[in-house]
Every structure is written in structure tokens, then in C-alpha cells.
């Protein structure tokens, strides 16, 4: 999960790192108290979890707290990159000698953390790696060691940062550490005319593994741009997408569920979503499974596709005629099952005889009916 940058702010401001002053607004209306709180002058800020928002128009300075409310307005509701604005942040400007960027990665091809830093940062950071990238240092961290005040050093010195910049480095490992996180970057990094050096930017990416013990970010779970399916279904602990064809798919496994996509794509119809049920597919499972399908208006069939394995298919079947009492099944259902205890699974199913219910015994069959369905539907 990636935080907004008010949140790495605020983060970054808890581990010693300086920061603007700043707040963070919804309407434009209280745009202008906040200016004035923060001194009139201020940088207006898109909320907005992608990069680049300089270059989109999602960062101007305003003159005064009337300018700020103006900015404030025009911002948000802005769509950058596919993200539509729903927060600004009005922060205080401070006058850039030099911008810096830093950052701490998990590099998971090495196995290590990488830090990478450039004293040419700025918006600009991404043309300086591609075509100097000898501007840019790129120093593997020893994840039992981490940056000690003597590895900063090393990073501050590979990236011709001004030594000032080493007690940043090392808070900002520890957010890094204590957070989670698999990455955080700063871009830019700046030191001032007056000779301060401050994080102007943030970008922080949790560990979602590690969300259970990190319970201050339970509520970000909600993201308001996020699809509000997925996000229903992530409420339930549940990894369903969203794609846009017309076939909704259940399976369980990760393997299986893309091969499923591919099969129903090869019958001619698109799946429209899908749902990872995982081992253990319970009654509750299937159930909260079957309604978050079956509440995209984009399905015209639903297919499970389901090979038991720890999860006897006699499960599966008792899961989805119990999901049959509580969720109103309004789309045919085509159940292919096999693997452990298929036999019994099917009788279970045969017996329910629920009319919108289908089986087919083979994934090819079943994906073929579920693609003919969706087309006819
Ligand atoms: P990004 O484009 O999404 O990375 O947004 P940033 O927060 O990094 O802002 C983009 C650029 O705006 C920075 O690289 C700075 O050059 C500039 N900027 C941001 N805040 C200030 C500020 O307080 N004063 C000045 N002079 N420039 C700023
Ligand atoms: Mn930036």
C-alpha cells in the first residue's frame, strides 16, 4: 500500500526528519484559513498516489491565502495519471539552493535493500538516471547491518550529498525499518538558502504483509480510488479483480485462477473479474465470494472453477449450497469440480438441483459453457 505524501510527511516528521509546515485540506473553502495559519504563502499540493504531479499541474505556489483557495479549487477534482485529486496539501515554501534524491528499496532480485541517491534530484530524476546514470549512486544495504551513522557516510559521500544530509539517511532508514516499508523516497531532498536540510516530497510503500502490525493504517484499507468491489472484497480478505468482460471467475489457487482466464479468453468470452478463494474455500468463503461477483453488472456468468486438493471438493460443494441460502443467485452458474473427493462434491451439487446451477466435469467444458452463457446472456 502506498501512503500519500501528507502521510510520509507526517511520518517523516515523527522520525526527526524536517518537514514543511503543512496541512491538508478536502475543500477549497478551507484552503484559505489554513494559508493564512501557515503564513499566507503557500504550495499547493495534489494528493494523489503517483508520481510526476509537478510536471501534471498538481503543485503551484499561491501568493496568499485567497490565491491558495483559488489554486485549491483548480486542483482538486484534477485527474492525474487516472487519479482524481480529493486532497490537497497547503504547505509552507521554502527557497531551494539544491535538490537531492534519496531512497531506500527492497531489491528483491539481490535479496538486499539498495539505496539510491543523486545529487541532481528533482523532477527531472528519472531523465538524469536513464542518461547520466553515473549521477546517480546506487549502494547495497545490508539488511541485518542497515544504515548505521558510518554506511550514511558512505551513501551521503557515493552521492556527492553534502555530509549534513547522513542524520536523514539514517532517520529515514529506520522509517523504513519500523514502518515496514518497502520503499521510501525523497525527491527532492532539498537543502535551503539558509542551509537546512528538508524533505520537500515523500514517497512511502508499506509492506502489505506486514499490515497486522501495523494497525495505525487499518483504515487506509478503504481507499477511495480503489474499485469499491475490491475494495469490499479485501474488507472480507478476499484477492478479487476487476477486468472488464463479462465472465466472472472463482477458483482456488493462484495458478489455476490465471489458467482459468486464459481458457474462458480461448472460449471466446472475456472474464470480467476474478476471485482467489485460496485453500480453504468455506461456506462463508464461497458466500462472500458468490456476492461480490454477482454485484458486478458486468457478469453474465459465473464460472468456479475448483480442483480439490487440501480442500476436499465435498467442502466446495457444501460451501456453495450453503452460499446458495444467503446470496440470491441472479447469473447461471457453471461448477466444474475435481481432484479430492470430486465424486462426492458433484452428488452434493446434483442434489441441491438449483436451476441456475450447472456442472460440467471438465475445465474446458466448463469454460466453454460459461463462455456461451455470458454470450447469450
Ligand atoms: P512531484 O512532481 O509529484 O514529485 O511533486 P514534488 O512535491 O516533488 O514537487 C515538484 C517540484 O516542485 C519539486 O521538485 C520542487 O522543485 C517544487 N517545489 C515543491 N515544493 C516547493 C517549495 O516549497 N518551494 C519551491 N521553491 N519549490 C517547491
Ligand atoms: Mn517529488
Not at 550529498?161 to 531532498?189: F, G, H, M, Y
Not at 472475456?270 to 461477483?293: E, H, K, T, W, Y
Not at 480442483?307 to 466444474?336: H, M, N, S
Request: charged fraction near 25%.
Amino acid at each position: 500500500m502506498d501512503l500519500y505524501e501528507h502521510q510520509a510527511r507526517d511520518l517523516f516528521a515523527e522520525y526527526g526528519i524536517a518537514v514543511p509546515e503543512a496541512e491538508t485540506v478536502e475543500f477549497a473553502r478551507e484552503a484559505a484559513l489554513a494559508a493564512e495559519r501557515l503564513g499566507g504563502r503557500v504550495v499547493v499540493k495534489a494528493q494523489v498516489k503517483t508520481g510526476g504531479r509537478g510536471k501534471a499541474g498538481g503543485v503551484k505556489l499561491a501568493a496568499d491565502p485567497a490565491a491558495a483557495e483559488l489554486t485549491a479549487r483548480q486542483i482538486l477534482g484534477m485527474d492525474i495519471k487516472g487519479h482524481t485529486v480529493r486532497t490537497v496539501m497547503l504547505a509552507q515554501p521554502v527557497d531551494i539552493e539544491t535538490e537531492f534524491y534519496v531512497s531506500y528499496v527492497l531489491d528483491r532480485a539481490a535479496g538486499t535493500f539498495l539505496a539510491i541517491a543523486s545529487a541532481e534530484g528533482g523532477m527531472d530524476i528519472e531523465e538524469v538516471a536513464a542518461t547520466r546514470p553515473e549521477a546517480v549512486a546506487r549502494i547495497p544495504i545490508d539488511p541485518a547491518e542497515g544504515v548505521t551513522a558510518a554506511k550514511a557516510v558512505e551513501i551521503a559521500v557515493a552521492a556527492q550529498l553534502p555530509p549534513e544530509t547522513a542524520p536523514v539517511l539514517e532517520s529515514l532508514w529506520q522509517v523504513l525499518i519500523r514502518e515496514d516499508a518497502l520503499l521510501v523516497e525523497v525527491n527532492p531532498l532539498v537543502r535551503t538558502t539558509d542551509g537546512r536540510i528538508l524533505a520537500l516530497d515523500g514517497k512511502v510503500t508499506l509492506d502489505d504483509n506486514a499490515q497486522f502490525r501495523q494497525s495505525r493504517w487499518g483504515d487506509e484499507q478503504q481507499d477511495p480510488g480503489a474499485d469499491p468491489l475490491e475494495a469490499a472484497a479485501a474488507a472480507k480478505g478476499l484477492n478479487y479483480v476487476k477486468l472488464d468482460g463479462e465472465v466472472g471467475i472463482i477458483g482456488n489457487g493462484a495458478g489455476l485462477v490465471m489458467s482459468t482466464l486464459d481458457v474462458v479468453a480461448g472460449c471466446g468470452a472475456r472474464p470480467a473479474n476474478f476471485l482467489d478463494i485460496g485453500g480453504g474455500a468455506s461456506a462463508q468463503v464461497m458466500a462472500d465470494g458468490l456476492s461480490v461477483i454477482l454485484s458486478d453488472p458486468d457478469v453474465k456468468s459465473v464460472f468456479v472453477n475448483v480442483f480439490g486438493g487440501i480442500t476436499a471438493c465435498d467442502a466446495v460443494a457444501d460451501g456453495i449450497v450453503q452460499a446458495l441460502e444467503t446470496v440470491r443467485l441472479t447469473k447461471p452458474l457453471v461448477v466444474r469440480l475435481d481432484g479430492n473427493n470430486a465424486a462426492r462434491g458433484r452428488a452434493i451439487l446434483a442434489d441441491r438441483a438449483h436451476p441456475l446451477v450447472e456442472q460440467v466435469t471438465t475445465m474446458d467444458g466448463a469454460a466453454r459453457q460459461s463462455a456461451v452463457l455470458a454470450n447469450a446472456g
